[in-house]
């Protein structure tokens, strides 16, 4: 079982800072890719931010030049640094790990959510 533990949200003002974690624990062979994902209310989760296990990452256009995801592997652990944050960035986020499991050869992946932290921007 893997279980994902978030922390860092809170009530910032207009244009300030916030910087998310996410750590990963249980039993499993490795984490592929890492994430966040945000839903306001009255709105469907969307990603804001993916990271591959090889630093890779992708960002969505309403953020971009604003957040920044990074990991630590050797931590399992995934942040995203929120900048000049807005009141539309006001949300709950949520942590997503896609963790691979090893059964003898065979590899299982699969998504893991966290419980989500609450982002609150006021203008």
């Known amino acids: 079982q893997v279980q994902l533990v978030e922390s860092g949200g809170g009530l910032v003002q207009l244009g300030g800072s916030l910087r998310l974690s996410c750590a990963a624990s249980g039993t499993f062979f490795s984490i592929n890719t890492m994430g966040w994902y945000r839903q306001a209310p009255g709105k469907e989760r969307e990603l804001v931010a993916a990271?591959?296990?090889?630093?890779?990452?992708n960002y969505a256009d309403f953020v971009k030049g604003r957040f920044t995801i990074s990991r630590d592997n050797a931590k399992n652990t995934v942040y995203l640094q929120m900048n000049s944050l807005k009141p539309e960035d006001t949300a709950v986020y949520y942590c997503n790990a896609n963790v691979i499991m090893r059964y003898g050869l065979r590899n299982l992946e699969t998504a893991n959510w966290g419980q989500g932290t609450q982002v609150t921007v006021s203008s």
């Open positions: 990271i591959t296990s090889g630093g890779g990452t």
